[in-house]
Each structure stands twice: as structure tokens, then as C-alpha cells.
Nanobody, 126 residues
Framework: QVQLVESGGGSVQAGGSLRLSCAAS????????MGWFRHAPGKEREGVAT????????YYADSVKGRFTISQDNAKHTLYLQMNSLKPEDTALYYC???????????????????WGQGTQVTVSS
């Protein structure tokens, strides 16, 4: 059974940090492109960061460059998102996703990902 399970969300004050985790199972993890997306109320879903586990190649949205870091542990089939210097505008439901690859890198499009987790909420207060 293909499954992505996120964890690590929570509430934090502006300037704080959180680390999200995504446990993957049921598919050849290292052969896929893994990504983090977020969806805030009233806004469109946004691609935050992606990584190709077999090469380590990463892409980031401009809004998080320099603050967020995507990483992964191939042995544990686990994806991470380290979020530092959090801002209130980072508040959203964060999703982990898997896909065959970005069609138009560095653009991170949800259409390129076919497997999704249930999401974990991140709330940043000012």
C-alpha cells in the first residue's frame, strides 16, 4: 500500500523553527521525486521544496529560500523539511508528495505529483 505520513507540525512564534517528517512506504522511494507543498486558507496550493533522493538535487520556492531545507534519509524512506525563521505567512497545511519528476524545473507543480499525504498543520503566530 502506497502511503505518505507527515508529522512534526505545530504552533510556533514568528522566528521559531519546526521540522516536518514524512514517512514513505509501499513504493520505490529513491526512484521518485519527493516534495513538500502547503495550502493556506484562501490561497492556492504552493510547491515549497522538492528533492530527488537518488541525486540529492533540490528546488525551492522563492518564498522559502534560505529559510527552509529539504532533506531525506534513503535508508529510512523518510523526507524532512527543516523550517527556520518562520513567518506568520508560513501558516498552512503542509503536505508531503511523491512523483516521477518535475516537468518544468525549477517550477514545482502539484500536477507532477501523484501520491499525497494527509498533511500536517503549521501555525506561526506574530
Amino acid at each position: 500500500q502506497v502511503q505518505l505520513v507527515e508529522s512534526g507540525g505545530g504552533s510556533v512564534q514568528a522566528g521559531g523553527s519546526l521540522r516536518l517528517s514524512c514517512a514513505a512506504s509501499g513504493f520505490a522511494y529513491s526512484s521518485y521525486c519527493m516534495g513538500w507543498f502547503r495550502h493556506a486558507p484562501g490561497k492556492e496550493r504552493e510547491g515549497v521544496a522538492t528533492i530527488y533522493p537518488n541525486t540529492g538535487t533540490t528546488y525551492y520556492a522563492d518564498s522559502v529560500k534560505g529559510r527552509f531545507t529539504i532533506s531525506q534519509d534513503n535508508a529510512k524512506h523518510t523526507l524532512y523539511l527543516q523550517m527556520n525563521s518562520l513567518k506568520p505567512e508560513d501558516t498552512a497545511l503542509y503536505y508531503c508528495a511523491a512523483g516521477v519528476g518535475l516537468l518544468h524545473p525549477p517550477q514545482i507543480s502539484a500536477a507532477d505529483f501523484g501520491v499525497w499525504g494527509q498533511g500536517t498543520q503549521v501555525t506561526v503566530s506574530s
